[in-house]
């Protein structure tokens, strides 16, 4: 049988991995998908390094519409990012009845549902493995894997800078704006990483988990999200010392009166797998009804993983693409007429648990101020931990672990505790799972 032809928007770091993967496994994949699969053009802007990349035998342009245009290809790789040029080339890819790879969270978290709407009207598959923690088949598992299962939540490290950075800073206690340097300096981060230090890369890859996890749209305007920007590492050598390691965490829950979704540092108890994942690798735990708590681990980057990744769409595609549009597995796991609209809950009404650390008077009174307010809220405590002053100081480290309560309770709390004069700094609170 022919082979499919594939035609790459883009040959960065995982469009060149993606063509030399594609190269060295040839037989192996031919033999899953039952016929060859074949990079047959490529546009970039950079011509002349694209054509060192796959040689003379490919065709290399530098114009995607051209790619789009060629009645050959089957499937069009969107490897460029970003939610602008990238939205108005799978648009036309999806109108022109070409099925779609792409890697760019960004773009299907913000504007997912008016693709998935346009690919399904046009009867193309948009396959977005790839979008989220890279090398791990994490797409997969939540949309055909765990398929029998009521999904209760997920929780996942799924961007391996902050990830990399929160490792550094508890390793070394270094600052986050030494770590970050350095990570830059060593090339593991961006040249602007916002997207990435601000939360935001991880709440598009959640927004496009929980989609799939609980069949709702992808919403990621009314994600909750919060980085790690203003973290210090006195917080993560408190919450070690309390059995507990800090994370930026995308978390996603199903609870009776909506979907939560947020991203923003987290403790978690130092005994979790997921607490024990270092440096810049990935990893998502997910708990369901009949399976219980899963957990996903690799590599949420790089050349090759994200290469990994966009290939198993490109085999999937392959041996979809003949099967009546009906009967292949829904872009967002469920079929789009059978979508919840269980609302995302704002902030203030979700529930978890709570580190707060204050810096107050050394003086008698304090403790007893501080727990009277908590308990008035009815927020119960879980430990509590006191930095004996240093000689000379006349003030100290107070940090409390709560138990869970809705987070209105809390920011009530916070604002009373703030307004005794005996609190000496802005009050810090970090969330809590307990994952279990
Ligand atoms: N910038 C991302 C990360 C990788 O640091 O994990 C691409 O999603």
Known sequence: MKPIQVGLLGIGTVGSGTYEVLQRNQEEIKRRAGRGIEVTMVADLDVARAKSIVGSHVQVVDDARKVIANPDIDIVVELIGGYGIAKQLVLE??????????????????????????????????AFEAAVAGGIPIIKALREGLTANRIQWLAGIINGTT???????????LTFDDVLKQAQALGYAEADPTFDIEGVDAAHKATLMSAIAFGVPVQFDKAYVEGI???????????????????????????????????????VPSKRLIANVEGAMN????????????????????????????IADLVDITRLHTADPLNRVPHLAFQPDA????????????????????????QAGVLAKVTGILANADISIDAVLQREAGEGESHTDLIILTHDCVEAKMNQAIAEMQKLTTVLAPITRIRKEELN
């Open 93 to 126: 890819a999806i109108e022109a009845g070409k099925h779609v790879v792409t890697a760019n969270k960004a773009l299907l978290a913000v504007h997912g549902t008016e693709i998935f709407a346009a690919a399904h009207k046009k009867g193309v598959m948009v």
């Open 163 to 173: 990830n990399f950075i929160l490792s550094e800073m508890r390793d070394k206690g």
């Open 229 to 267: 920007t203003q973290l210090e590492s006195q917080d993560i050598k408190y919450a070690e010392q309390l059995g507990y390691r800090i994370k930026l965490l995308g978390i996603s829950k199903r609870t009776p009166a909506g979907i939560e979704l947020r991203v923003h540092p987290c403790l």
């Open 283 to 310: 990893a998502v735990m997910v708990h369901a009804d009949a399976v219980g708590t899963t957990l996903y681990y690799g590599k949420g980057a790089g050349s090759e993983p994200t290469a990994s990744a966009v």
């Open 339 to 362: 979508m919840s609209d269980l609302p995302v809950l704002p902030m203030d009404q979700v529930v978890t648990s709570y580190y707060l650390r204050l810096r107050v008077a050394d």
